[in-house]
């Protein structure tokens, strides 16, 4: 078992239990000389593409986040420059679930999935690596409206609720991604994946928070735009670190739309480019878009609808009450009356009372396995709530400790037994303690029989507030689970290897400027034993376009990559931009 790094990264640190279940170690070692290249060559274009598309210096951005151009970063050196402006980093395998990715925005730590894209997949991948996840998201967090925006999406993210279907998707999604980034895929295969999550997205019933919360992260951290609608500016992580559609989605054929709360009605595809992009004026436009979805969600309007989504959502849940006692436990039923007022509500399984988003001693998931009871409500005699009567009005009404009573809601639902105890917090009543007590709803069904034993019975007026999770995060495990598909390691025949053993040699030349007769032999065995390469190439080319010692070498080297892009379509585009920035003789700062 890994022993969990913190970089020492307070953020990192700081990360609960049930986060660290996702991390895996970043083993640098594993990146090939080829990996490296590859890192290279998309930080070269976007470079050349970006330092005028992004909206943040591009450069100086990658430096604040401790990347480089030249080679893949580590995550010691990722989380030293995050904690600059109070920000960490773990490394992950591929995609986690929406929930625990937003949770580790809300504390403020970024994830990173430890893999990079294969060579093939160099333009865009369909599965999270670290070109995405470092260079596209981790230069943009040194802006303070930018990340304000991040972190509080996270806290928005932990009490989104989510349904089965959110989390089948999910496993769909994740499967896809791997096959689609595993070198020799049966072709066969893929099509099954993509039919697993077609079938998924259009039978998921009505979107959950957390999908329509997805959609804003989509159109948003993952492929949004800035400024205004006919020259916006990237900031999308999904647009920064794909050297293809960062290009592609400027065209007007991809509408550009205005960005406002009706992004949550557009979902999206991650397999294909997108056919339209969300453009805000601002990252402030940003957080009130956010504090508009907030508002509509069950963590902010609780009640009858609150209740039916956290039945749905079969998760831990959270319900509120307006004494501010907060029950966490799965919901199991709620009954309201003929006026659509919350009666009765239960829990089943394992529940727990916090209050502060802190469990109350003595009130653990341990001690009530199996749940609790809620009344709510007045009492027919008074206008106030059941708990918001205080003592001296409790014994006028009869209800006092130690004694039978027997009283009645203003629905009718009635009340008889002897009560062992009142607890009040805050001169407000939170629960009372029945023994054999019986409790009848008006229409005859009974709720609770005097031979079913004691009862301790939570009382309240009304539920202001119901989010998905427990109050107190260290309560419950977040009902997510590892995923049993994972990330496929490559596995390197002797060929490879020594294919990568070129690219290293060519480093080394870069770096070390090594005689020239070094390279020319480099080149000799790349054309003769690895014909289809075209990556080791450009950088040869690129080393020896201005020295006049190797004028020759570097004609026949770019002869051979325009031969190659006349010769391919998939790779012209490719070795065009890459001769490109050879022929504009781009510095890079």
């Known amino acids: 078992m890994n022993v969990f790094q913190d970089f020492n990264n307070e953020q990192v640190k700081r990360l609960p239990a049930h986060l660290r279940k996702y991390v895996v170690d970043q083993e640098y070692d594993h990146y090939t000389p080829v990996d490296h290249a590859l890192w290279r060559y998309v930080m070269r274009q976007n470079y050349s593409y970006l330092k005028d598309a992004a909206y943040y210096p591009y450069i100086p951005g990658l430096k604040k986040a401790g990347l480089t151009i030249e080679k893949i970063p580590s995550l010691q050196e990722i989380n030293d420059a995050l904690a600059e402006i109070g920000w960490g980093a773990v490394t992950v395998d591929g995609f986690i679930p929406p929930a625990a990715f937003m949770e580790y925005q809300a504390w403020r730590v970024l994830v990173i999935a430890a893999d990079i894209r294969t060579l093939e997949h160099i333009e865009y991948t369909p599965a ?37 279907q959110d989390h089948e998707l999910y496993e769909a999604i994740r499967s896809l991604s791997i096959l689609k980034e595993t070198h020799g895929a049966d072709p066969a295969e893929v099509r099954a994946a993509e039919e697993v999550v077609y079938h998924r997205q259009h039978n998921m019933g009505e979107p959950s928070e957390m999908a329509l919360l997805s959609r804003l992260q989509w159109w948003t951290v993952e492929y949004g735009l800035i400024g205004s609608l006919e020259r916006p500016k990237i900031y999308g992580a999904g647009l920064l670190s794909s050297i293809g559609e960062s290009a592609s989605c400027m065209r007007p054929e991809v509408k550009k739309i205005p960005y406002t709360l009706d992004a949550i009605n557009y979902s999206y595809d991650i397999t294909k480019p997108q056919p339209q992009l969300f453009v805000t004026p601002t990252f402030e436009n940003l957080l009130d ?17 609150g209740l039916k989504k956290a039945i749905i959502s079969e998760q831990i849940c959270t319900i509120v009450l307006d004494n501010g006692l907060q029950i ?53 005699e008074t206008r106030i709530g059941i708990n918001k009567l205080t003592e001296t009005m409790l014994n006028d009404l009869g209800i006092q400790k130690k004694m039978n009573c027997q009283f009645y809601l203003s629905n009718g639902t009635s009340l008889s037994g002897y009560i062992n105890d009142l607890s009040f917090f805050n001169n407000q009543l939170e629960h009372i303690h029945f023994r054999e007590v019986e409790i009848e709803y008006p229409d005859g069904r009974v709720l609770h029989s005097k031979y079913q034993g004691d009862l301790f019975l939570l009382v309240g007026s009304e539920i202001p507030s119901v989010f998905s999770g427990s109050a107190d995060k260290l309560l419950f495990d977040d009902g997510l689970h590892l995923s049993d598909k994972r990330t496929e390691r490559p596995i390197y025949s002797k060929r ?58 570097y004609q026949e080297v770019r002869s051979h990559l325009e031969l190659k892009s006349s010769q ?6 490719l070795i065009q931009d890459g001769l490109s920035i050879i022929d504009r003789k781009l510095a890079f700062e």
């Open 289 to 305: 878009v956010l504090y508009q979805f907030e508002s509509c969600m069950a963590a902010s309007t609780g009640g009858l609808q």
């Open 568 to 573: 391919s379509l998939q790779l012209s585009k």
């Open 128 to 164: 999270p690596d670290i070109i995405h996840e470092s260079a596209g998201h981790a230069p943009i967090i040194s802006d303070i409206h930018y990340n304000r925006f991040l972190s509080h999406l996270g806290a928005v993210g932990t009490k989104a609720m989510f349904t089965k």
């Open 328 to 380: 966490s436990g799965c919901v199991d039923s709620y009954i309201e009356d003929n006026d659509s007022n919350i009666t009765w509500v239960t829990t089943r399984g394992p529940s727990a009372l916090c209050r502060n988003d802190k469990v109350l001693e003595g009130y653990t998931p341990d001690k009530f396995i199996k749940g609790f009871n809620v009344l709510l409500g007045k009492i027919k």
């Open 496 to 553: 490879d290897v020594a294919y990568h053993q070129l690219f290293a040699s060519i480093r080394n030349y870069r770096e070390n400027s090594h005689s020239h007769e070094n390279l020319t032999l480099i080149w000799s065995e790349l054309k003769n034993k690895f014909i289809d390469d075209w990556l080791a190439a450009m950088e040869i080319a690129e080393i020896t376009a201005f020295d006049e010692n190797m004028r020759e070498l």
